[in-house]
């Protein structure tokens, strides 16, 4: 591992809402400092398309359109993906040849000390308690990835000393809101 502070965590994000498909993507230091932030324009399929694809067509979408182009335009790859949509995990390993990992909040109680993780009854998910005084987060992660899970919540650790991980995915939303905003409608 890098040491402290050179670490970058990569935070992507594929929505879909008022027919059209959009993404981005935000790189950050361990820290919370961006080092590298893109986005795709909305991606509207037309009725012809939607007749064409059927039910394939979220997933050409997504995964051939989006996170192909997103994935590739990034310039400073990070150590590891975190995505908010577990459908996204497979696709992004894919594509980038990078982990990654689905991290959402939880209600549950927080574990005894930061940087613990224990397995749930869910297969594939944990419970990690990223610092000492916020709920523990819920990790969702592939088998391929499950012996690297140490590795991950180390890493996720010494980020959450000086950033909350799950707030980097609020910037993303505001700044595709902005980008949306000062489009030519």
Do not use: C
Request: glycine content about 4%; proline content about 6%.
């Amino acid at each position: 591992m890098l040491e402290r502070g050179k670490q970058l965590l990569g935070y992507l994000t594929v929505d879909s809402k008022e027919n059209y498909f959009r993404g981005a993507a935000l790189v950050t230091d361990s820290r919370g400092i961006p080092t590298d932030f893109r986005y795709t324009e909305p991606v509207r399929p037309t009725k012809l398309e939607r007749i064409l694809y059927g039910n394939a067509l979220d997933i050409y979408l997504r995964e051939d359109i989006i996170l192909d182009n997103l994935l590739d335009a990034i310039e400073t790859k990070p150590s590891i993906w975190l995505v908010g949509d577990e459908e996204l995990m497979a696709p992004i390993q894919k594509i980038s040849k990078l982990p990654a990992i689905t991290i959402e909040p939880s209600t549950r109680a927080p574990l005894e000390v930061s940087g613990q993780y224990e397995p749930t009854a869910e297969h594939g998910v944990f419970i990690f308690q990223a610092d000492n005084i916020s709920a523990p987060l819920r990790l969702i992660i592939t088998d391929e990835n499950v012996s690297k899970l140490s590795q991950f919540t180390q890493l996720l650790a010494a980020a959450a000393e000086d950033m909350e991980l799950m707030e980097p995915f609020t910037r993303i939303a505001r700044a595709i809101e902005a980008v949306s905003e000062s489009e030519p409608k």
